[in-house]
């Protein structure tokens, strides 16, 4: 199993699309719901997270040439909020590694 670094969220995905309000919860083995996700599902979420920084890498570079690095960042979050592949969470997450992995 892959190690997941302490800073990475916990809670499951809150992606759910809808104008009603909703409770982000996981079907756990126990047959228990919870709100925080298992290791295993918490492992998969790291995954995608780092593989999307590392692709969003040569994103922000390009991005970089002709705006600040804070509007480069940005407008990397607003991107990744738009198309709803991460939680607030994980994209707060995802920007951090971001600014690492560019060194910003």
Known sequence: MIEVPNDFP???PGVV???QPKVCVVL????KYR???SDEVRAERYEVCEDLAHQLCAI???DAEEHPHQA?????TAAV???GWTSPSETTWLIQ???HLLAW
């Not at 756990?28 to 047959?31: A, I, V």
């Not at 480069?72 to 990397?76: A, E, F, I, P």
Request: glycine share 8%.
């Open 10 to 12: 916990r809670a499951a």
């Open 17 to 19: 699309a809808g104008a």
């Open 28 to 31: 756990c083995q126990d047959g």
């Open 35 to 37: 709100e925080e996700s």
């Open 60 to 62: 922000a570079l390009k």
């Open 72 to 76: 480069v960042l940005d407008r990397v």
């Open 81 to 83: 909020q738009r198309k």
């Open 97 to 99: 590694r971001l600014r």
